[in-house]
């Protein structure tokens, strides 16, 4: 099946500083979304993003399906930033479409 | 909208017996999910359905059961509880299939201990 890989696992930030999360994919996929889990256990909905790039104030990502790769980008950090961010994706396998999940990247940005 | 819904959100079985975790969506989903999340852990799909009388199975299914008489339901169940079903279990619904519009919608969860 389609392997899914974010790095980094783990992540500690000074509030006010940028980073970059990455989603690495094994195979073709239809379609790739971002979310983030906060602290409750809440998942919230970042990015629908196949292909390209989009943007959302503080967070933008990019999806380049050719290579296999998406990248969340943070800027400015914030303290609610903190969380586990999750890459999924939705192929076509035995079975139909299914959805997998990436183990995730914990952020936790300082004060 | 409500969105998506999970009924309970807390509960402690003990070993052997069952329950069903209840997931109703009012947005007109075609394709409904249930998923579980360990401790630390990424989610992993149990059931999904693509429409109503239609389920198969995902990554873990062993140990649940699911159906989908309406558009608007589907509850997870579980006949015989065990310790390895302490998780958190997420019910999530899309539109359609890939090739349409596909943003997940989640449910807030339920916290399930076995013990």
């Known amino acids: 099946g389609i392997q899914v890989e974010q790095s980094p696992p783990d992540l500690i930030l000074q509030e006010g500083a940028n980073s970059t999360l990455r989603c690495n994919f094994s195979d073709s996929v239809n379609n790739l979304q971002w979310f983030h889990q906060n602290p409750w256990g809440q998942l919230i909905n970042l990015f629908y993003i196949p292909s390209g790039t989009k943007q959302n104030g503080r967070l933008s990502a990019t999806t380049v399906a050719t290579e296999r790769y998406s990248l969340l980008y943070i800027s400015s950090s914030q303290t609610t930033d903190s969380g586990v961010y999750f890459c999924?994706?939705?192929?076509?396998?035995?079975?139909?479409?299914?959805?997998?999940f990436g183990a995730g990247t914990r952020l936790f940005v300082k004060a | 909208n409500a969105g998506v819904t999970q009924t309970p959100k807390f509960r402690i079985l003990k070993i052997g017996q069952s329950m069903t975790l209840q997931c109703t969506q009012d947005m007109n989903h075609n394709y409904m999910y249930w998923y579980r999340q360990d401790p630390g852990m990424g989610l992993k799909l149990i059931y999904y359905s693509v429409g109503a009388g239609i389920t198969d199975k995902g990554e873990v299914p062993n140990g649940y059961n699911v159906s989908r008489s309406t558009t608007e339901d589907f509850p997870l169940r579980l006949e015989l509880a065990a310790p390895s079903q302490t998780s958190v279990y997420f019910c999530a619904s899309t539109h359609g299939a890939s090739d349409y519009y596909n943003e997940q919608f989640f449910g807030p969860g339920t916290r399930l201990t076995v013990l």
């Open positions: 999924a994706v939705t192929a076509l396998l035995t079975g139909g479409f299914k959805t997998i």
